[in-house]
């Protein structure tokens, strides 16, 4: 048997995925454990909920620090590694309409996304899953924790049904689209906004009689099922990035990262 696992997780909320990968590690399901929660806010429910069960928890808090950042930056010392024009052009986003405003966003993530790195050092991990952390990481935070090329360790639930609807409100869009299917997405995390490597996919049928309510309560059923599931393959080894080469029509060549599950 692989040995097992070490997990850290961030939350922003309730922490439900946390709890179905907790009790997933609790019965065996996922050779692991949860040896950290952290969270953005001080108020995140998971954070008690992750306490009772003996989880070390910890809070970067993002709100005090943008805040803090936005009325007087002298307060607060970025990074001594920190490269505004580098993260800027790993994420694309090198020539920005609003230079001030992604000065700020840059800089302010850059602050905290040190915070959780140093919580998150005093607590080893094998992978770190994000259970509803409604924070994107930079380059900065992504570059720090990748540090083997080709084995990302950032894993992320989304949802909808990758890679359409990316962004925080998957399900109201999906809903409000009209589509017939909605979903869930486990993926790795990368420089863009939901477009790393597709671990995992769940789909449920929306009815006439669907809410938007009813709409999310299916996709978290199904949440709840599917990422302990993809955590059990990385915990079992069975998973591998690949690069993927494909000639379309017109003689381009579209390349593309994508997971390869290996069967047991």
Request: glycine share 10%.
């Amino acid at each position: 048997m692989e040995k097992p696992i070490r997990i850290g997780a961030l939350i922003s909320g309730t922490g439900s995925n946390l709890d179905a990968v907790v009790s997933a590690c609790e019965a065996g399901r996922i050779n692991g454990r949860v040896v950290f929660a952290g969270a953005d806010t001080p108020g995140a429910a998971g954070l008690e909920k992750a306490r009772k069960k003996g989880i070390p928890t910890f809070v970067v808090d993002y709100p005090d620090i943008i805040r803090t950042f936005k009325s007087d930056p002298d307060r607060l010392q970025l990074p001594a590694d920190f490269d505004a024009g580098e993260i800027a052009r790993k994420q694309a986003i090198a020539n920005p309409e609003n230079k001030d405003r992604l000065r700020v966003f840059l800089a302010s993530r850059a602050i905290a996304e040190a915070e959780l790195l140093e919580q998150m050092a005093a607590h080893p991990f094998d992978l770190l899953i994000l259970a509803g952390f409604m924070r994107n990481l930079t380059p900065y935070f992504i570059d720090r924790v990748n540090t083997e090329p080709g084995r990302p360790k950032i894993m992320n639930i989304h949802p909808a049904l990758l890679p359409a609807f990316p962004g925080t409100d998957g399900y109201g869009e999906t809903f409000r689209y009209g589509c017939k299917v909605g979903g869930c997405t486990v993926h790795f995390i990368d420089y863009g906004e939901d477009s790393g490597p597709v671990i995992g996919q769940r789909c449920f049928t929306i009815e006439e009689d669907d809410t938007i309510e009813s709409v999310k309560k299916k996709g978290l059923e199904q949440e709840w099922s599917l990422y302990p599931e993809c955590i059990r393959y990385f915990a079992e080894g069975r998973m591998h990035v690949a690069k993927q080469t494909h000639t379309l029509k017109n003689g381009r060549l579209y390349q593309r990262s994508v997971v390869k599950i290996a069967r047991k």
